[in-house]
Nanobody, 117 residues
């Protein structure tokens, strides 16, 4: 089991920045951690993920060049640095964790990110 706690959401103007954090705890250490988001009346969307051993990252095209996912393995924490935010980035952002099979089974409670125009 893995428990995830997110922090760092909030309200920001377009063009601004926010940094989300996700702290993992539990009996097992995940292999992958990622961020997903869900805007009102839209399906949940993958944003980015990172392999915790290699540090390899992957992003959805809409955030490439603006968002950066990183990890601090010593603190079991993953970060999502979001720059040049746009109103269309407004959503509830959730952290998720997967074991080596890559299936995201563990989810945080979500944190609201609102970008005003």
């Amino acid at each position: 089991q893995v428990q995830l706690v997110e922090s760092g959401g909030g309200l920001v103007q377009a063009g601004g920045s926010l940094r989300l954090s996700c702290a993992a705890s539990g009996r097992t250490f995940p292999s992958f951690m990622g961020w997903f988001r869900q805007a009102p009346e839209k399906a949940r969307e993958f944003v980015a993920h990172i392999a915790l051993n290699s540090g390899r990252t992957y992003y959805v095209d809409s955030v490439k060049g603006r968002f950066t996912i990183s990890r601090d393995n010593a603190k079991n924490t993953v970060f999502l640095q979001m720059n040049s935010l746009k109103p269309e980035d407004t959503a509830v952002y959730s952290c998720a964790a997967a074991q080596s099979d890559g299936t995201y089974k563990y989810w945080g409670q979500g944190t609201q990110v609102t970008v005003s125009s």
